[in-house]
């Protein structure tokens, strides 16, 4: 589970709020309400970690979160597109390489690399196999 903390600030000249994040700080929104704010927050989130799959550079991963801070959780599944990123770079392993160690067209690739394209969790599985590492999922 990846919990990214979320900085809401008041916005006193236009109203609402002005949505950041500690740990990507060039994503940033506003929020007419706090309930739009948090909900901007979850696309934002998302806008982000696609910026580091587009630019080849590792996902940070969350820091802790102060006490009454908001929180934006990421699905399962994104979670483990992050992971899966993180580790590829890790590696040294590009797009193309784990297409052909997967047996897909690249574009299926890139479709795993996009935080709102819905993957299926036995590609994802797949995925982290060829790269010789096991996918678990803990229900707590």
Known sequence: MLRYPVELTPDDENGGYLIGFPDMPFVHSVGDTL????RE????????IDR??????????PSA??????????????VAKVLLH???????????????RM???PPSV???FNARHKTRIKTMETAFKSLGRNMQIIIT
């Open 103 to 105: 047996d897909i067209a």
């Open 35 to 38: 309930e739009e704010a948090l």
């Open 110 to 112: 890139e479709r795993i």
């Open 86 to 100: 993180n580790e590829m770079i890790s590696q040294g392993i590009k797009k193309a390489e784990l297409a052909r």
């Open 65 to 78: 979160a102060q006490e009454g801070q908001h929180t934006v959780e990421l699905d399962a599944v994104t």
């Open 41 to 48: 927050a979850e696309d934002d989130i998302k806008s982000g």
């Open 52 to 61: 580091f799959f587009d630019t080849h550079q590792p996902v940070p991963l």
